[in-house]
């Protein structure tokens, strides 16, 4: 699969959160599981919609300093 080749030839871990700048931890709800309990596709837009703003919220607030 090119994608898994890719993303083995490249330096970057993505598993290591050390990695990251900004991390949230999130508690997934029980309703936030469809009928066959997988994570629903709608819930993982919202995470990222919530990183988005947590991640503008902190440049913001930085730029105000």
Do not use: C
């Amino acid at each position: 699969d090119l994608m898994e080749d890719s993303l083995k030839e490249s330096p970057f871990n993505f598993v290591d959160p050390g990695n990251y700048h900004l991390r949230r931890r999130k508690k997934i709800r029980w309703s936030e599981h469809d009928a066959t309990a997988h994570i629903n596709n709608v819930q993982f837009a919202r995470f990222i919609e919530t990183g988005r703003i947590l991640f503008l919220h902190g440049i913001s607030s930085k730029a105000r300093d």
